[in-house]
T-cell receptor
Framework: GAVVSQHPSRVICKSGTSVKIECRSL??????MFWYRQFPKQSLMLMAT?????????EQGVEKDKFLINHASLTLSTLTVTSAHPEDSSFYIC????????????FGDGTRLSIL | QKEVEQNSGPLSVPEGAIASLNCTYS??????FFWYRQYSGKSPELIMF????GDKEDGRFTAQLNKASQYVSLLIRDSQPSDSATYLC??????????FGKGTTLSVSS
């Protein structure tokens, strides 16, 4: 149980392109979903927290107009990197949590984004 | 600022030995404690979670929590080369996002 599916797994595209990443909870309803970014040999950095039907809460330093998050249903959240540039190249990982804050977060397989 | 501290390692143990991974946290209000395993280039995978003081065992893994000392550990018995990975400690209060440590790299040699 507790499977989180993330697509695509890898994206390579030109600078200026917008990229959409999907995160789905397959066998549970995710009250809250989280988006992280991880640079090589660095720790996970929380970008934003999203609750179904509400606006996402962004961490300090994360541009909400650049990283658009939509959590339209209890099983789907999307992250759109708008007008991506090479410095946006990173490993983006979503996670989903069922129920209250004490429950574990389950992670998707991540999306490796490379902007040329 | 809420922090989770881990020794980055690498922690090297021979196959069959016990690996001991440690983590301290700064927020006394933390209520839930998690251990994740992350292989290189992959996303984190939940290993164990613990909420109460004491030990919690699951197969070869034992999580230990001491809230008074703000300390949580993970013991891996009969370590295998496949256990070689980075282990992430994470804590949170109810309703908040997990705060992750930077992880400890474990290397199990055969």
């Amino acid at each position: 149980g507790a499977v989180v599916s993330q697509h695509p797994s890898r994206v390579i595209c030109k600078s200026g392109t917008s990229v959409k990443i999907e995160c789905r909870s397959l066998d549970f309803q995710a009250t809250t979903m989280f988006w992280y970014r991880q640079f090589p040999k660095q720790s996970l950095m929380l970008m934003a927290t999203s609750n179904e039907g509400s606006k996402a809460t962004y961490e300090q330093g994360v541009e909400k107009d650049k990283f658009l998050i939509n959590h339209a249903s209890l099983t789907l959240s999307t992250l759109t990197v708008t007008s991506a540039h090479p410095e946006d190249s990173s490993f983006y990982i979503c996670s989903a949590r069922e129920g209250g804050g004490g429950q574990p977060q389950h992670f998707g397989d991540g999306t490796r984004l490379s902007i040329l | 600022q809420k922090e989770v501290e881990q020794n980055s390692g690498p922690l090297s143990v021979p196959e069959g030995a016990i690996a001991s991974l440690n983590c301290t946290y700064s927020d006394r209000g933390s209520q839930s404690f998690f251990w994740y395993r992350q292989y290189s280039g992959k996303s984190p995978e939940l290993i164990m979670f613990i909420y109460s003081n004491g030990d919690k065992e699951d197969g070869r893994f034992t999580a230990q929590l001491n809230k008074a000392s703000q300390y949580v550990s993970l013991l891996i018995r009969d370590s295998q080369p496949s256990d070689s990975a980075t282990y992430l400690c994470a804590v949170n209060q109810a309703g908040t996002a997990l705060i992750f440590g930077k992880g400890t790299t474990l290397s199990v040699s055969s």
